[in-house]
C-alpha cells in the first residue's frame, strides 16, 4: 500500500478562508473560546485516566461504578471502564423519564409518503420494554445477536434500543443491501433473529425487505436464525411461515411495558456493524457498552450543543454508523429531540430537506457532502423558496467535502447565520474525532480543522514519524478513545494487523491507522485526502473494490475483474470497472446491462458500476499484483504517470488506452 497523495488537496491547501465563531454563537456556547478549548485539551492530555473517568462519572448512569478507566496492558485490545455496570437503553431513555422529561418528545418521524410520528420520552420508554420483552419471548437473551433490515421507521430505533436493554448485540444491515449481503451479514455475525418490514418506500418505490429476508434464509442457507419479526410498513402481501415468523403489531403490543434493564458490563458487546475493507469481507466492527455510549454521548455534545426546545436532524440511515450515533444514541443519551426522515430527495420531491426543515423547524441541520454536491448542482432557487430560517448550526460528514461546497452549505442553507461542522470520523471510531467545536474553533472551508479533547491525532510517514507541516501522510491516532472499537468480530488477527500493525513506530508503541490520508497546514489544522487503499467511497458509502470485484466476477461472462474509484462531481467517488471476459463471450449492451444489475443483486443498489469498461488484459505487476493506480488514471481520462517498470507487459496500457 503506497501513498499517492490525491490532486484534491492541491486546490484545498491553498484555501486561505477563515471564519472566527460570532460573538453570539461563542456566547451561546457551552465550550465557548479557543482557550477552553485548550484547556480540555490539555486536562485530557496532562491526565488522561481522569478525563475520561470524570467525563464517564458525569455523563453516564452506573448500575456499579468502574474500577478502571483504561486498561491497555494487551494492546491493541482495549479494556474501558472495566468493573462498571451500565445500560445504554437506560441512560437514553430512563433517566430522562425518572428527570421529569418523560412528555417531552424524544423522535419526531416522517414517512416517505409524508405520514408522521411524535414519540415522547416516557412512550419511547414503553415501547422499547414492550419490544424487549418481546424478543425475551421469541428466546433471545444476553449476548444473542440480533440482525435489523429495515426502513427508516421508528422500530428501527426502537429495536436498537430493546437490545441493548436485555444485552443482545445488534447487527444493523442497512435496507439497501441486497439479499446475498444480508445473508453473508447474518452468517458471519451468527444472528439468532432478523427483525424487519414488510416493505419500505425509496424514492417512490416500495423495496420489498421480507421477501429479501426470506431469500437470504432460503434452504437453511443462516441456520443460526430462528424467527424473523416483521413490522408491517407497506401492508404489501408477503409470504408468512408460522413456524418462523412474527408479526410485530401481534407480539410486541401484547407484552407488559415493564422491562428491568440488564446490568451489562462495560465491556459487553453494544453492537456489530460491518464495514468494507480493502481485501475480502466486510469487517464486522465491534463497539460495547460503556465506551460507545459514553462517546457517542460526548461528541454530540460538544459538538452540536443541543439547548431546551431545540430540534436536530441528521439524514442519514440508521443502517451506517452516522445513524446509531447520531440519529439514535448521541441525541437520546442527552435527552434530546432527534428527527427521523424515511425519504430522501426524489424526482417527485427535489426539495425534501429543505421541506423538513421549513415544517419540523430543524435548528441543528447534519448530512452528507454528496447531498450537498447534488443541490448545489440544480441551483439555489429550490433552497431559496423555503423558509430554512429555524437553522442554527449545519454538519457535514462521510467524505471530505470540496470549499466550494462547504461554501454554499454556508451561504446557501445557512444564509451566512451557521457555523459549519465538517467532521471526520469512521465507524471503526464509533463517533467523531477531529471537528470544529461551533463556538470555540474558527473554521476554514474544507477543513475538519483540530481533534476534539482526548483524540491525539497525528500525520505520520511509513515508519510512524510525524512529518511535516503540509506534507501528506498517514492519519493515526496515537492514543486509544472511549468510543474506539474493540475488535473485527470473530478476526482479532485482522483487527491487530490492518489497524494496528500497518505502522509501526520505533519505540513499539501501537498507533491506529484509519486509512485515510492527510496534511496538517501551519495552524495544525487536518485536512483530509480521502482514502489511502483500495476503498471506494460513493455517495459518503464505503465500499471495499474487492467486494466489488468479486461480484463482477462471480458472473458467469467474466473471468477478470478490477474496480477504481474515479472522482464524481456530485458522489464524490464513481465506480468504473474493467472487465475481461470469459473466452468466447462477446460485449454486448445486452451484457453490460446485465452486469451491473448482477453487482446491484450481489451487494446492493449503491455498489452499481457507472461505467464498466472491457478489455483483454489488466494490468499486472509481474508479481499478478493489479495495478490499480494505472487504471484509477485511465478511468479519470488522465495520463498514465509515475512508475510503470513493474508492469508485467506494456502492451497491456495500449491497449487500454485505446
Ligand atoms: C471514511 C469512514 C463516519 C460516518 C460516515 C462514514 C471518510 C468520513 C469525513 C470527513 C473527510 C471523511 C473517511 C473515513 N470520511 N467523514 N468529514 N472528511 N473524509 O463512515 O463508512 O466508516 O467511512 O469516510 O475516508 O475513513 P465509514
Known sequence: MSFEPSARIETVLSEGRVFKPSSKVQSTSTISGFEKYQQMVDSAKSDPNKFWGDAALKELHWFEPFETVLDWSNPPFARWFDGGKTNVSYNCLDRHVLNGKGEEIAIIWEGEPGDIRRITYKELFMEVCK??????????????LVALYMPMIPEAAIAMLACSRIGAPHSVVFGGFSSEALRDRLND?????????????????IISLKKAVDSALKNNACPTVNSVLIVQRTKEKISFNPERDYWWHELVPAQSSECSPEYMDSEDRLFVLYTSGSTGKPKGVVHTTAGYNLWAHLTFQWIFDVKKDEIYWCTADVGWITGHSYIVYGPLSNGVTTVMYEGVPRPSNPGAFWEVIQKHKINIFYTAPTAIRAFMKSGRSLPDSYDLSSLRLLGTVGEPI????????????????????????QTETGGVMISPLPGAIPTKPGSATLPLPGIEADVVNADGDSVNEQEGGYLVVKRPWPGMMRTVHGDSKRFRESYWEFLKPKDGSYVYFAGDGARRDIDGYFWIMGRVDDVINVSGHRLGTMEIESALVS????????????????????????????????????????????????????????????????????????????????????????????????????????
Not at 439468532?192 to 418505490?205: L, N, P, Q, S
Not at 462547504?406 to 451557521?418: F, H, K, L, Q
Open 402 to 425: 470540496n470549499p466550494e461546497a462547504w461554501m454554499w452549505y454556508m451561504e446557501v442553507i445557512g444564509r451566512n447565520n451557521c457555523p459549519v461542522v465538517d467532521t471526520w470520523w
Open 555 to 658: 458472473h458467469a461472462s467474466v473471468a477478470e475483474a478490477a474496480v477504481v474509484g474515479r472522482s464524481d462531481e456530485v458522489k464524490g467517488e464513481s465506480i468504473v470497472a474493467f472487465v475481461t471476459l470469459e473466452g468466447s463471450n462477446e460485449l454486448t449492451d445486452e451484457l453490460l446491462k446485465d452486469l451491473k444489475m448482477h453487482v446491484v443483486n450481489e451487494i446492493g443498489v449503491i455498489a452499481r458500476p457507472d461505467e464498466i469498461r472491457f478489455t483483454n488484459a489488466l494490468p499486472k505487476t509481474r508479481s499478478g499484483k493489479i495495478m490499480r493506480r494505472l487504471l484509477r488514471s485511465l478511468a479519470s481520462g488522465e495520463e498514465v504517470k509515475g512508475d510503470t517498470s513493474t508492469l508485467e507487459d506494456k502492451n497491456v496500457l495500449d491497449e487500454l488506452r485505446r
Open 131 to 144: 419490544t424487549a420483552n418481546a424478543l425475551k419471548q421469541i428466546g433471545i437473551g444476553k449476548g444473542d
Open 189 to 205: 455475525g451468527e444472528a439468532k433473529v432478523v427483525i424487519t418490514a414488510d416493505g419500505g418506500y425509496r424514492k417512490d418505490k
